[in-house]
């Protein structure tokens, strides 16, 4: 009995001591291995923050560069271009601060230049850098801006601080991100408004002054504005109607000052102006021509040689309804036919003076349109008799924007806008 206890007793120490031992072998590896996992999450935990901040760079260069590029298609001014990227990269929080441009041209942090792609169109685009000095000064055209976000030592912004310092002797770390906004060739599609209320106009003469007076007449005889026969009827002379006779009489004869027009003459101007500023960019447009009154018609299919666009607005003439969808469904006919560049981007422009009162409604061709083709629709309302709540709502549905003109001086800088409203793309 006694030896059995004392057993017994024994069996107990021994285990007792090997539960020592394995408790100490199992701190001593817990103290080995803690900080191990420690320093293992710490960098877990910089590498997400790392990650993300790479994130947030790019999210903000890549703004920074679209709205710059926008800017400067639309403004053609360097200023410009780079104030609105500065703001803009500033409206976004990298590391929780604004991520701020530094637009002076030694930084390098804004450029301009060109694109290219060497491999051919299926190709990627690389970017070409212009001195901004020689964009400024006008001597080359930019159709390209690069901006580069940075968060280094010697950038506004400084480097970024890890959320866990220390951790492998790193307090904080650098990153960069680089973004590029082209400029794209255009298909434009020009959908104008030849009905009859374009032809209207009410010239309000100044008392005593009349172009229908003898001494009027007899000037315009002898300037070759009408002719008259041994009679002593009156004729215009070619290329001369009523309001023509009537702004020339108002001009010359009277030296009045600049004559009245009617919406169809703003319109004619407004499109030379648009054609001229497409005559000064980068890209490579081709603009088409369709036409609406009671019904449509595609007047001159894709064009580059702008000659061509001119002539066949200046021949056109006004009258009748206003078949504004009909209009539309014709212009549509050119950015879809063999002269459109699968490449380029898609923009119809549809203008109208009145009230769409004549077949398919323009809001349904839109909605039919955007859900077949990739284009952009904008929309031009000209006086007080146009339809703005509708072309507002053709507008939104073509994502494109809505103008209003109150005058021929308004309609021609409205065109003017959107000639350098030229669509920009990210490229890197």
């Given at each position: 009995m006694?030896?059995q206890?004392?057993?017994?007793a024994?069996s107990l120490r021994?285990k007792?001591?090997?539960a020592?031992?394995?408790?100490?072998?199992v701190?001593?590896?817990?103290?080995i291995?803690?900080?191990?996992?420690?320093?293992?999450?710490?960098?877990s935990i910089?590498?997400?923050?790392?990650?993300v901040t790479?994130?947030e760079?790019?999210v903000?260069?890549?703004?920074?560069?679209r709205?710059g590029g926008?800017?400067?298609s639309?403004t053609?001014t360097?200023?410009?271009?780079k104030s609105v990227?500065a703001n803009?990269?500033?409206?976004?929080?990298?590391?929780?601060?604004p991520?701020q441009?530094?637009?002076?041209?030694?930084?390098?942090e804004?450029?301009?230049?060109?694109?290219t792609?060497p491999?051919?169109?299926?190709?990627r685009y690389v970017?070409?850098?212009?001195?901004?000095a020689?964009?400024e000064?006008g001597?080359?055209v930019?159709?390209a801006?690069?901006?580069?976000g940075r968060?280094?030592?010697d950038?506004?912004?400084?480097k970024?601080?890890l959320?866990?310092?220390g951790?492998l002797?790193h307090h904080?770390f650098e990153?960069?991100?680089e973004?590029v906004?082209m400029?794209v060739?255009r298909?434009?599609?020009?959908v104008?408004?030849r009905?009859?209320?374009?032809?209207?106009?009410?010239?309000?003469?100044?008392?005593g002054?009349s172009?229908?007076?003898?001494?009027?007449l007899d000037?315009g005889?002898?300037?070759?504005?009408?002719?008259?026969?041994w009679?002593?009827?009156?004729?215009y002379?070619?290329g001369?109607?009523s309001l023509?006779?009537?702004?020339w009489a108002?001009?010359?004869?009277?030296?009045l000052g600049?004559a009245?027009?009617n919406?169809?003459q703003?319109?004619v101007?407004?499109?030379?102006?648009?054609?001229?500023?497409?005559?000064?960019?980068s890209?490579?447009?081709?603009v088409?021509?369709?036409s609406?009154?009671?019904?449509?018609s595609?007047d001159?299919?894709?064009?580059?040689n702008?000659?061509?666009i001119?002539?066949t607005v200046?021949?056109?003439?006004?009258?009748?309804?206003t078949?504004?969808g009909?209009g539309?469904q014709?212009g549509?006919?050119?950015?879809i036919?063999?002269?459109?560049r699968?490449?380029?981007?898609k923009?119809m422009v549809?203008?109208?003076?009145?009230?769409?009162?004549r077949g398919?409604?323009p809001?349904?061709?839109a909605?039919?349109?955007?859900g077949?083709?990739?284009?952009?629709?904008?929309?031009?309302?000209?006086?007080?008799?146009a339809?703005?709540v509708?072309?507002?709502q053709?507008?939104?549905?073509?994502?494109?924007?809505?103008?209003?003109?109150?005058?021929?001086?308004?309609?021609?800088?409205?065109?003017?806008?959107?000639a350098?409203?030229?669509?920009?793309?990210l490229?890197k």
């Amino acid at each position: 009995m006694t030896s059995q206890t004392n057993f017994t007793a024994e069996s107990l120490r021994t285990k007792l001591r090997s539960a020592r031992v394995r408790r100490g072998s199992v701190m001593g590896m817990m103290a080995i291995l803690l900080p191990v996992l420690a320093i293992l999450a710490a960098v877990s935990i910089n590498l997400a923050h790392i990650q993300v901040t790479r994130t947030e760079l790019m999210v903000a260069t890549d703004a920074a560069a679209r709205a710059g590029g926008r800017a400067f298609s639309e403004t053609q001014t360097v200023a410009a271009a780079k104030s609105v990227a500065a703001n803009i990269a500033a409206m976004n929080m990298v590391n929780a601060q604004p991520l701020q441009i530094n637009t002076a041209d030694g930084a390098g942090e804004i450029q301009f230049g060109t694109t290219t792609q060497p491999d051919g169109l299926s190709g990627r685009y690389v970017f070409q850098q212009i001195p901004t000095a020689i964009v400024e000064s006008g001597q080359e055209v930019a159709s390209a801006l690069r901006v580069l976000g940075r968060r280094e030592s010697d950038s506004m912004s400084g480097k970024v601080p890890l959320i866990i310092p220390g951790v492998l002797q790193h307090h904080e770390f650098e990153t960069t991100q680089e973004a590029v906004a082209m400029q794209v060739d255009r298909d434009i599609s020009l959908v104008l408004d030849r009905s009859g209320s374009m032809d209207d106009i009410e010239i309000d003469w100044p008392a005593g002054d009349s172009p229908w007076s003898w001494d009027a007449l007899d000037a315009g005889v002898d300037a070759g504005v009408l002719t008259q026969d041994w009679w002593g009827n009156y004729y215009y002379a070619s290329g001369y109607d009523s309001l023509t006779y009537q702004q020339w009489a108002w001009e010359e004869h009277f030296e009045l000052g600049v004559a009245p027009t009617n919406a169809w003459q703003d319109l004619v101007a407004a499109v030379d102006a648009f054609l001229n500023v497409l005559d000064t960019t980068s890209q490579e447009e081709q603009v088409s021509v369709a036409s609406y009154a009671s019904s449509a018609s595609l007047d001159t299919n894709l064009e580059k040689n702008f000659s061509i666009i001119r002539n066949t607005v200046a021949s056109l003439n006004t009258s009748g309804a206003t078949a504004i969808g009909q209009g539309m469904q014709e212009g549509i006919s050119a950015l879809i036919s063999a002269d459109a560049r699968p490449y380029a981007s898609k923009t119809m422009v549809v203008m109208t003076d009145g009230m769409h009162n004549r077949g398919i409604n323009p809001d349904t061709v839109a909605t039919t349109l955007m859900g077949t083709y990739n284009l952009t629709i904008h929309t031009v309302t000209f006086g007080d008799g146009a339809d703005q709540v509708l072309m507002k709502q053709v507008a939104s549905i073509g994502g494109g924007k809505h103008y209003h003109a109150a005058s021929g001086v308004e309609l021609v800088a409205i065109f003017e806008e959107i000639a350098n409203n030229l669509p920009t793309i990210l490229t890197k």
